[in-house]
């Protein structure tokens, strides 16, 4: 018998609950475990707020979005006695260790904790798909689904008005999510962080459409694109020791090809209607997965892993190891010369 705490840090994301799910389906029942949620992520086992969690408190949740047991970016490395307090509330739960759900910052402190001697399991969640050390992350499928949807819908009143749609969608420095909708969605342009644009190039590609008799065009562009020799747009300035706030840049790049081409151009950002909402099956099954495989590396004592999809398994990374690098999109891969050969422009 192991007794688990859980948490989900970060920004959330759809399939959160899927996991919470799997780890208490598959710790209580048969098995005998016992497992603890904590609230609002890292700040549960700092101060302590905890419930027991059981199949009948967690039942109905696997279709919901968001998260039970609440997220947030709290950082016990930036407290004093952050570690410490984390390692108290464990031993006075008299938990064997901790699975933490969360993206590359949490698991970033899953790391640091681990280090530590603080016996974690990390899961993998980001829309951003930016872990490196695993095939697929959970809540990516989702946010595709839903930014295809959005640009699905744009591309009518685009076409209708003969303007220019600009869309932001999220991914700060990967953009997996611009790349796969703005595929999916039959995109004229899309503007990668990985692939610096020149607005020249962008404009081009749209009047190229208007000489054809294509009055209308469709750029996707992720939230970290950045000009060639240029910097990423921020919403405002980060407070010291936070992660900068990105937003404007589909705003900046519509003005640009208005003022460029003469054409009418409108802007939208996606923003975190691309977090909401109910997780495809794909994240469903994912999340299950996860959630199952993190009680079993749990019962074996493999603490300081991360799950991993290495289809069709799961497999264990060092928590170290997950957390090493971004996956990036790189350039040249197949899908982004699928993309070109499809006509897509990158702006570069
Ligand atoms: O990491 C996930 C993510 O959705 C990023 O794509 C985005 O930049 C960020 O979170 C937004 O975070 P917040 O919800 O804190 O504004």
């Given at each position: 018998m192991v007794r688990i705490g859980v948490l989900t840090g970060g920004g959330d994301c759809p399939g959160l609950n899927a996991v919470i799910r799997a780890v208490v389906r598959r710790g209580i029942d048969d098995h005998g475990h016992e497992i603890v949620g904590f609230k609002d992520g890292w700040r549960g086992p700092i101060e302590g707020a905890h419930e027991e969690l059981s199949v009948e408190s967690t039942r109905g949740i696997l279709p919901r979005g968001g998260t039970i047991l609440g997220s947030s970016r709290t950082n016990p490395f930036k407290r004093d006695d952050g570690p410490d307090a984390i390692r108290a509330t464990l031993e006075s739960l008299s938990l064997d260790g901790l699975i933490a759900i969360g993206g590359d910052g949490s698991l970033r402190i899953a790391c640091g904790l681990a280090e530590k001697g603080i016996p974690i399991i990390g899961v993998p969640k980001t829309i951003d798909n930016d872990l490196a050390a695993t095939v697929a992350s959970f809540g990516f499928d989702t946010a595709v689904t839903t930014a295809t949807d959005a640009i699905d819908k744009l591309h009518s009143t685009a076409e209708s008005h003969e303007r220019v749609m600009v869309v932001e969608l999220m991914g700060?420095?990967?953009?997996w999510i611009a790349l796969s909708a703005g595929i999916a969605g039959s995109a004229d342009v899309i503007l990668l962080p990985e692939i610096p644009y020149r607005i020249e190039k962008v404009c081009e590609k749209i009047m190229a459409r208007e000489a054809s008799g294509r009055h209308f065009s469709m750029v996707v562009c992720a939230e970290g694109a950045m000009p060639v020799g240029g910097e990423m747009t921020l919403l405002e300035k980060p407070e010291p020791g936070r992660e900068a706030r990105l937003g404007g840049v589909a705003d900046k790049v519509a003005r640009a090809i208005e003022k460029r081409t003469g054409k009418e151009t409108r802007s939208l950002v996606l923003g975190h209607l691309q977090r909401g909402g109910m997780p495809t099956a794909f994240d469903r099954m994912l999340s299950l997965r996860f959630g199952a495989a993190a009680v079993r590396l749990a019962e074996e004592g493999r603490w300081g892993t991360m799950v991993a999809y290495d289809p069709p398994d799961m497999a264990a990374v060092p928590l170290a190891e997950a957390v090493a690098s971004l996956k990036t999109v790189p350039v040249d891969c197949d899908t982004v010369r699928t993309a070109r050969e499809l006509g897509i422009s990158f702006g570069d």
């Amino acid at each position: 018998m192991v007794r688990i705490g859980v948490l989900t840090g970060g920004g959330d994301c759809p399939g959160l609950n899927a996991v919470i799910r799997a780890v208490v389906r598959r710790g209580i029942d048969d098995h005998g475990h016992e497992i603890v949620g904590f609230k609002d992520g890292w700040r549960g086992p700092i101060e302590g707020a905890h419930e027991e969690l059981s199949v009948e408190s967690t039942r109905g949740i696997l279709p919901r979005g968001g998260t039970i047991l609440g997220s947030s970016r709290t950082n016990p490395f930036k407290r004093d006695d952050g570690p410490d307090a984390i390692r108290a509330t464990l031993e006075s739960l008299s938990l064997d260790g901790l699975i933490a759900i969360g993206g590359d910052g949490s698991l970033r402190i899953a790391c640091g904790l681990a280090e530590k001697g603080i016996p974690i399991i990390g899961v993998p969640k980001t829309i951003d798909n930016d872990l490196a050390a695993t095939v697929a992350s959970f809540g990516f499928d989702t946010a595709v689904t839903t930014a295809t949807d959005a640009i699905d819908k744009l591309h009518s009143t685009a076409e209708s008005h003969e303007r220019v749609m600009v869309v932001e969608l999220m991914g700060r420095y990967c953009g997996w999510i611009a790349l796969s909708a703005g595929i999916a969605g039959s995109a004229d342009v899309i503007l990668l962080p990985e692939i610096p644009y020149r607005i020249e190039k962008v404009c081009e590609k749209i009047m190229a459409r208007e000489a054809s008799g294509r009055h209308f065009s469709m750029v996707v562009c992720a939230e970290g694109a950045m000009p060639v020799g240029g910097e990423m747009t921020l919403l405002e300035k980060p407070e010291p020791g936070r992660e900068a706030r990105l937003g404007g840049v589909a705003d900046k790049v519509a003005r640009a090809i208005e003022k460029r081409t003469g054409k009418e151009t409108r802007s939208l950002v996606l923003g975190h209607l691309q977090r909401g909402g109910m997780p495809t099956a794909f994240d469903r099954m994912l999340s299950l997965r996860f959630g199952a495989a993190a009680v079993r590396l749990a019962e074996e004592g493999r603490w300081g892993t991360m799950v991993a999809y290495d289809p069709p398994d799961m497999a264990a990374v060092p928590l170290a190891e997950a957390v090493a690098s971004l996956k990036t999109v790189p350039v040249d891969c197949d899908t982004v010369r699928t993309a070109r050969e499809l006509g897509i422009s990158f702006g570069d």
